[in-house]
């Protein structure tokens, strides 16, 4: 029999630390997801129904819109577990449940054992080991199944009756886990656009807290761009249920300062020192309680117990440092899970300050007494002269402040490079390839010169970051971005 659905059907189980609240907690961090959920699957369609529970949501969707509802599902805070079920409502007798759920099922046992699992909420006259006795038995004789495995099946099946609604679940994902973003109040990371940085802010919208970006440019749009996309990515993939802010501030003047007023054995921790001090200024502005920093002890030499100490000490923020006992391979693991290992790998680097020996235990009197030295008057200047936008305003910001043209029809003797790091690659008029963009750096030089290269991705962000990026190091004059 061919069965036509068109509708799938989400549970949400929740994460643990949510359900052992108290009620008044419990049902406002269920009621946060709810309107989290709300805002992010209606940018997908307004039709999707979600319905809340007091031990889980619902999301009822069309199955065409299945695949992106999925992915949103997976990657929102809050979420422990997302089953895929199908729904089927009317099921009042043990009769009707084994002749659906063999319909569905069937298929998927030929040759291999299986076992049915059976949950039951609701008043029946019957139990849940009698579902799964008498849809297993009829199962096995009505399909090619091999036999029945109560310990090691090779299929589970799993089904939930609420009531006269029968679910089939087809299949069990992992989700984020944590709280819903919007349930802890609000922080301002510090992102410098690497391994660190990228991972401490994610832990940080995980655990539910409102992430919002400070960035101090040392020197270079392409590097600033380039912390921008990252911010963007991270927002627009884990945090997109509300808007948050991505501050620039411009600290070349700073950093001259510090060669000039600093020791070379002092400079990192004052540098630390200096952008913690700022960062407490605009958070004050903010309304911003906490800071949040990638930093891990003893990873640098300005990371050190105590340097940390000297750092914390010009500050009256709480600072958070999810990663300060994280070892660094674990760092960069989690940052490929999370999808910023790329981004932290070919993220321009422009050199702060280095620090010919640099002190690993720094003495209070010393840094109390060179901290005197500097004029704060040039970081005043830094902070007021500091940028703020939206984070979703940031492709069209890249835009406006790159130099670098967008071209938006094409002609036949342009090259479109497509950047995406996924396989597929765009189809257009013109000669057409594929470089990542985490090859693009190496792979470019070997392309002919004398081409007019577009630099091709979704957003154009990555476009506009690569092709500034390329054109600052003089690899070619010949590139810019197609955004069709």
């Not at 907690?25 to 805002?39: E, F, H, S, V």
Request: charged share 25%; net charge neutral.
């Amino acid at each position: 029999m061919q069965i036509t659905v068109t509708t799938q059907k989400f549970i949400l189980k929740l994460f643990p630390e949510i359900m052992v609240k108290g009620s008044s907690a419990k049902k406002q961090m269920i009621g946060q997801l709810y309107n989290n959920l709300i805002k992010l699957l209606g940018e997908i369609d307004s039709d999707i129904n979600i319905k809340k529970f007091s031990d889980k949501l619902e999301v009822v969707t069309s199955i065409e819109k299945v695949d992106r509802v999925r992915i949103r599902l997976l990657n929102t805070p809050g979420i422990e577990q997302v089953l895929e079920a199908l729904q089927f409502d009317n099921m009042e007798t043990l009769e009707s449940i084994k002749k659906q759920v063999c319909d569905i099922c069937a298929d998927d046992i030929s040759d291999k054992t299986f076992v049915v699992r059976a949950k039951r909420s609701g008043k029946h006259p019957f139990n849940s080991s009698e579902i799964e006795r008498t849809v297993g038995g009829y199962m096995l004789a009505h399909s090619t199944a091999k036999n029945v495995d109560l310990h090691t099946p090779q299929v589970m099946i799993k089904i939930e009756l609420i009531n006269t609604q029968l679910n089939i679940i087809t299949k069990k994902h992992k989700g984020q886990g944590g709280y819903p973003i919007g349930t802890q109040g609000d922080v301002l990371s510090l992102m410098s656009g690497g391994f660190d940085s990228t991972v401490a802010s994610y832990l940080t919208m995980r655990r539910g807290l409102k992430t919002h970006y400070i960035f101090f440019n040392l020197g270079g749009v392409a590097h600033e761009i380039g912390v921008k996309q990252v911010s963007f990515y991270l927002w627009n993939k884990y945090g997109a249920s509300h808007r948050t802010k991505i501050v620039s501030v411009p600290f070349d003047d700073v950093l001259s300062e510090i060669f000039r007023s600093t020791p070379e054995t002092y400079m990192g921790v004052t540098l630390k020192r200096l952008m913690i001090m700022a960062s407490e200024k605009i958070a004050d502005e903010m309304g911003i309680d906490a800071l949040v920093t990638g930093e891990s002890i003893a990873q640098v030499s300005s990371q050190t117990l105590r340097n940390l100490s000297l750092i914390d000490q010009v500050s009256n923020k709480l600072i958070i440092r999810p990663l300060a006992t994280v070892d660094k391979p674990d760092i960069i693991d989690m940052a490929t899970k999370i999808g910023t290992r790329h981004f932290a790998e070919n993220m321009p680097e422009y050199c702060g300050v280095i620090s010919k020996n640099p002190i690993t235990h720094g003495s209070f009197k010393r840094m109390e007494k060179e901290a005197k030295r500097f004029n704060y008057a040039v970081l005043d200047k830094a902070v007021e002269d500091a940028v703020t936008i939206y984070v979703d305003e940031v492709i069209d910001d890249v835009t406006t402040e790159t130099h670098i043209e967008v071209i938006r029809e094409l002609k036949e003797e342009y090259v479109v490079i497509d950047i995406r790091p996924e396989p597929a690659c765009i189809e257009t008029i013109c000669e057409t390839i594929k470089i990542p963009f985490h090859k693009l750096k190496t792979e470019f030089k070997k392309l002919p010169q004398e081409r007019e290269y577009l630099l091709y991705c979704e957003k154009g962000v990555m476009s506009q970051l690569h092709a500034q990026y390329l054109r600052d190091k003089g690899e070619s004059i010949n590139v810019r971005v197609y955004r069709p």
